[in-house]
């Protein structure tokens, strides 16, 4: 999934509309929480099923820190950036509590999970330490934090997938929305730390999911995110005596199925696990997003052996080509990390060259960091230099500078049907929108009666390396 983002998990979406708002929120709530989320799609999927487990307690959303009476943070471990980010965050939310001795602090998430207790001894100031897994458990934590005791609930469990919670839509622009679909993941790549803080994987009751998108479309929200780890695994076994079962492919269908305009995407997808079924459903439904993400990692296969991703360079390749042969105008994105333990030259160049092959739209790219616990910190020697970790990436991030420029240059002159997500961030008179292949269009609003949430029919005049500028098209 994504880099690590800042979310100020706020209640206002771009236009200034509210959702949840402040003030209404003071009126029925005593209490209130401010939430942070950093790291993948699932942790802000995960602050809303939090934010819903909150209410649920009395505590009612706020975008201001200095109101609230709980402050979380939701984090992640991915790299060891990515920690002292929330680290320097913690800096900030200790002084307020320094100001306000009533407030509590709590941290959630990957980071919880990862250092457990250790995390009150390191960081003095904060009351709760809770794992993915043990949210329902937030409410009597709090109470005991409230109490003068340190509460922790790093538990993971089989079980768990918050299947029954209706997610509280936290910074949501009312339009799109990601609806997680399993947790945990069972792959064990070398270098990630995911299958040790977040557990074993599990997938949720597709009633459940069903019901949740079901919801979203009644309230107007047009694009729907299916998330997971490793959402191609997706399996739930419905009934066990007539042995039916969902596999994605069939969850994908389903929700494809509630409503024409109602588009779907999916993340993240893990090259092994896509198969024919999926791209296949994937093509029979116009509203099935053609956009896949498939982290690369590396194009070396030696590498790949050591990062326990059990493909090899061709066989990936070979999927990008079944990819690109039943789904023609597909978009396809990549994860890619620079030098892995061992990494030589010729490694590199091997990554380098399976991009220009996969010609990637764009790719997420990220330097190895040492993720403690994991197969390859026990087992490989992190060898390769900082200094020539980053001239690697530079390189990779310049080379796909170029690929997503030259993707986008070979959409001038085509029309896209998108789907109008607000104001475009630079100009107030143009619109911000996407296409089928999760690219980024921006086009005047001129005189068209268009609102968010509508689709609109354009055509591409012109483009940069990361957006489409386009003109609409009436009919
Ligand atoms: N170092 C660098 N990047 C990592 N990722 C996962 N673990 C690490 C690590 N230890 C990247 C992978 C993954 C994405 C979510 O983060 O590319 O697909
Ligand atoms: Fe980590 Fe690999 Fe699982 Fe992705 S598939 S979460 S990279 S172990």
Redesign the pocket.
């Known amino acids: 999934?994504?880099?690590l983002r800042l979310n100020n998990t706020l209640v206002e979406d771009q236009q200034g509309e509210i959702y949840a708002p402040a003030e209404q929120s003071k009126k029925i709530f005593k209490q209130h929480f401010y939430i942070e989320s950093y790291g993948?799609q699932m942790n802000f999927a995960d602050s809303e099923v939090v934010a819903s487990i909150l209410q649920g307690a009395g505590f009612g959303p706020t975008i201001n820190q200095e109101e609230a009476d709980l402050i979380l943070i939701n984090t992640c471990s991915?790299?060891e950036k990515a920690e002292q980010t929330v680290r320097k965050r913690l800096t900030t939310f200790k002084s307020l509590k320094r100001r306000k001795k009533s407030l509590l602090i709590g941290v959630l998430g990957c980071m919880a999970e990862r250092l457990k207790l250790k995390f009150l001894e390191e960081e003095k100031l904060v009351d709760l330490v809770v794992g993915p897994d043990a949210y329902r458990s937030l409410p009597s934590l709090i109470e005991e934090a409230a109490g003068g005791q340190k509460a922790v609930n790093v538990l993971l469990s089989r079980e768990e997938t918050y299947a029954d919670i209706a997610p509280v839509r936290l910074d949501s622009n009312g339009i799109s929305a990601f609806v997680s679909i399993m947790r945990g993941c069972n792959n064990m790549?070398s270098?990630?730390?995911?299958p040790f803080t977040r557990g074993r994987e599990r997938s949720r009751d597709p009633f459940s999911i069903l019901q949740e998108c079901r919801e979203l479309y009644e309230n107007g929200y047009r694009e729907i995110t299916l998330l997971g780890q490793n959402v191609d695994s997706y399996y739930f076994a419905t009934s066990q005596e007539t042995s039916t079962s969902f596999t994605f492919a069939g969850l994908l269908e389903q929700v494809a199925k509630i409503a024409p305009d109602l588009l779907v995407r999916f993340s993240?997808s893990h090259p092994k696990d896509i198969t024919d079924e999926v791209l296949f459903t994937m093509a029979s439904y116009e509203n099935i997003c053609k956009y896949i993400h498939l982290?690369v990692?590396s194009g070396s296969s030696r590498i790949l052996q050591l990062m326990n991703r059990t493909y090899t360079r061709e066989w990936y390749m070979a999927k990008v080509d079944r990819i690109r042969a039943l789904l023609p105008d597909c978009g396809i994105s990549a994860?890619?990390?620079a030098g892995f333990c061992t990494e030589e030259e010729i490694d590199h160049q091997d990554t380098l060259s399976i991009m220009e092959n996969c010609k990637y739209d764009f790719s997420?790219m990220?330097?190895?960091?040492?993720?403690p616990g994991?197969l390859?910190a026990r087992r490989y020697t992190d060898d390769v230099p900082e200094g020539i970790k980053k001239r690697r990436l530079e390189e990779i991030v310049s080379l796909q500078n170029r690929l997503s420029l030259e993707s986008n240059k070979r959409d001038i002159g085509k029309t896209f049907k998108v789907l109008i997500e607000g104001d475009s961030k630079k100009d107030s008179a143009a619109w911000k929108a996407r296409n089928s292949q999760n690219k980024v269009v921006v086009f005047p609003k001129e005189n068209h009666a268009y609102k968010k949430g509508d689709f609109a029919n354009v055509t591409i005049m012109d483009c940069t390396q990361g957006t489409l500028k386009g003109k609409i098209i009436v009919h």
């Open positions: 999934m994504e880099e993948c991915i790299r790549c270098f990630c730390v995911v993240t982290p990692q994860d890619i990390i997420y990220f330097f190895y960091s040492e993720r994991t390859a």
